[in-house]
């Protein structure tokens, strides 16, 4: 019978670690509606709040901020309660998909539902440059450490920044952003959203549903975005810092 010899491996704390910095936060959310857990958000942990209320917006669970009875926020879930009407539309829904960072599994039939868009106020790529080059001043965590995506809503008649807001998810990024302007109810249709990460389907997919008419990014599309933007007339400006930027219905 062979004799195997034991190996003396070093354990986890004897190995060396080197180049720490302050890293970016991570947590779980849960959001569970009247009783029904329907998606786990990996995220950072601020704006939870301002997080679920623009995700159940973005997967169509909600109209609007009046139709969350309830949000509490407890550890790691986020519990809420909507009003009767919802609630009935919500129970012929399918739970959606539990979620990594990107926050962005949304419900298929999300896909086949693209609403159009139209752009009702003037646009240029200055403007887009513009808007974009304050984006840095926002980004408080993101030159903390690094590791994190920005997000903002701008006023395009005023040529304004709203709000912005941070996360290490691209897409929970936009839902905090999208969750603060319907608590304060503004008017989508005036506005652009602004942001660091890359345009993918869902992405495209929050701003129709909120009605947003265009949609600028740092990076670029993906295919399936693409193919979104050209059904629904949503502009889009990707790499707008860039040489070459990407310009999309302007």
């Known amino acids: 019978m062979p004799i195997s010899r034991a190996v003396m491996k070093k354990t986890p704390e004897f190995r060396k670690e080197i180049g720490l910095v302050a890293l970016p936060e991570e947590t779980l959310l849960t ?4 009783g029904r857990p329907l998606g786990r958000l990996s995220c950072s942990p601020f704006g939870r709040r301002e997080l679920a209320l623009g995700w159940l917006f973005s997967q169509g669970m909600i109209g609007a901020a009046g139709d969350v009875a309830s949000m509490r926020l407890r ?3 986020a519990i809420i309660r909507l009003r009767p009407g919802p609630a009935r539309r919500l129970g012929l829904l399918p739970a959606a998909q539990v979620t990594a960072c990107s926050g962005g599994e949304v419900r298929l039939a999300l896909f086949d539902e693209v609403p159009a868009v139209c752009r009702g106020y003037e646009f240029t790529l200055d403007n887009a440059v513009f808007l974009m080059q304050r984006l840095p001043v926002r980004a408080r965590m993101f030159r903390r450490h690094g590791g994190i995506h920005c997000s903002l809503l ?3 008649k005023t040529m304004r920044i ?3 807001r941070e996360d290490i998810g691209r897409s929970n990024s936009v839902d905090k952003v999208i969750g603060w302007a319907l608590a304060r109810k503004i008017d989508f249709s005036s506005t652009a ?4 990460g890359r345009v993918s389907a869902e992405m495209a997919l ?6 947003i008419p265009a949609l600028i990014s740092q990076t670029t599309l993906t295919t399936k975005a693409l193919a979104i933007v050209r059904r629904s007339g949503l502009t889009l400006v990707g790499h707008v810092l ?3 930027p990407i310009l999309l219905n302007f």
């Open 31 to 34: 959001i569970t509606v009247d």
């Open 75 to 77: 550890a790691d879930q």
């Open 154 to 156: 701008a006023d395009m």
């Open 162 to 164: 709203l709000v912005g």
């Open 193 to 196: 959203l602004l942001t660091t």
């Open 206 to 211: 929050k701003c129709l549903r909120a009605g």
């Open 242 to 244: 860039k040489p070459r």
